[in-house]
């Protein structure tokens, strides 16, 4: 018990000294302390906040940021226009290789290889009933437009002026028009193929005030063309759904107006609301470029989905 009594005594003196020590001298004893503590937390902020040099393209990410995309936004074209060719062709690649929005289940119409289409087939973007699909660029291939009339029962319109095959009902729920997608409803130059643009060629179908819930497009190269007037003309608003294979190369690197061309025309599709959701690069269209980057491919097929045409039933 004395035993006891006497740890007690001398931990009772050990805590009275101390609190005696640090009232009587306590200012210079705790403000020692504190800056040790704050020291210590400005070389913690100091580490953190060492300034990075960034490139051109992610000062241009912080300056125009989108709560919606995280991963690469285009900045206005008037400072596009102030890019050169490498900084150009950074944005580009990036850009068409990030996904912006998440498709829960992506599922793949017509054959694994070229033919087939990826496509998004969540309940708030998958076809409704009396669906409508416009298919551009066949090649002999009907394997997707058959695949979602075997799926969906969608009226499909298939076009490619180039198979030197007249007007005809392919299959059940086919319609095969040869006819091409174009900027304007001239023939086509050197081949005479008769072309149109998809505004009118919806005119010429009855379509005009029908909502498409598909729309591909494989045309080689004649989507530039293209693509400016469906944009301008609103005949994109009511697309659901959009597959397209982009050819910014086939085998040489690209010049800053033709990339100045494709950053637009996707700068113009973001803003009308399509989201890329699946990207993917056809490697036949590999090129090196002259900055000594690595190789890249000029040609992406890629799928969209508008967010302004949900599905909310």
């Known amino acids: 018990m004395r035993g006891r009594n006497s740890v007690l005594l001398v931990l009772l003196f050990l805590v009275s000294f101390t609190a ?4 009587r001298s306590g200012p210079n004893v705790l403000q020692r ?8 937390q400005d070389h913690r902020l100091h580490v953190l906040h060492v300034p990075k040099s960034l490139s051109k393209l992610d000062e241009y990410r912080q300056r125009y ?7 690469v936004v285009l900045p206005p074209k008037e400072v596009m226009q102030t890019m050169d060719q490498g900084a150009l062709g950074d944005l580009y690649h990036r850009y068409i290789n990030s996904l912006q929005i998440f498709c829960r289940k992506v599922i793949r119409l017509g054959k694994l290889d070229d033919g087939g289409w990826d496509f ?5 973007f998958r076809p409704r009933n009396n669906c409508l699909v416009y298919s551009y660029g066949i090649q002999f291939d009907f394997s997707f437009d058959d695949a979602i009339v075997k799926k969906y029962n969608c009226e499909v319109h298939s076009f490619d002026p180039s198979m030197r095959v007249g007007d005809h009902k ?6 095969f028009h040869a006819t091409g997608l174009s900027g304007d409803n001239n023939p086509s130059r050197g081949t005479n193929w008769k072309m149109r643009t998809l505004q009118k060629q919806r005119e010429e179908l009855g379509h005009s005030k029908r909502s498409m819930d598909v729309l591909k497009v494989d045309i080689e190269e004649w ?3 293209a693509l400016p007037e469906m944009i301008s003309s609103g005949a994109l608003d009511d697309v659901r759904q959009f597959a397209i294979e982009l050819h910014i190369t086939l085998n040489i690197e690209p010049d800053a107006r033709k990339y100045r061309l494709g950053l637009s025309i996707l700068k113009d599709l973001y ?3 399509f989201r890329i959701f699946w990207t993917h690069r056809n490697l036949w269209c590999k090129f090196s470029p002259r900055n000594g980057a690595p190789q890249r491919t000029g040609c992406h097929e890629v799928s969209f989905v508008n967010i302004n045409n949900f599905n909310y039933r």
């Open 120 to 124: 998004c087939d969540d309940y708030r």
């Open 170 to 175: 392919h299959g059940q729920n086919v319609f």
């Open 271 to 273: 803003d009308k609301g």
């Open 65 to 71: 940021p989108d709560p919606h995309n995280d991963t």
């Open 33 to 40: 302390f504190s800056k040790k503590e704050e020291d210590h």
């Open 223 to 225: 989507e530039w063309q």
């Open 20 to 23: 005696v020590y640090i009232l």
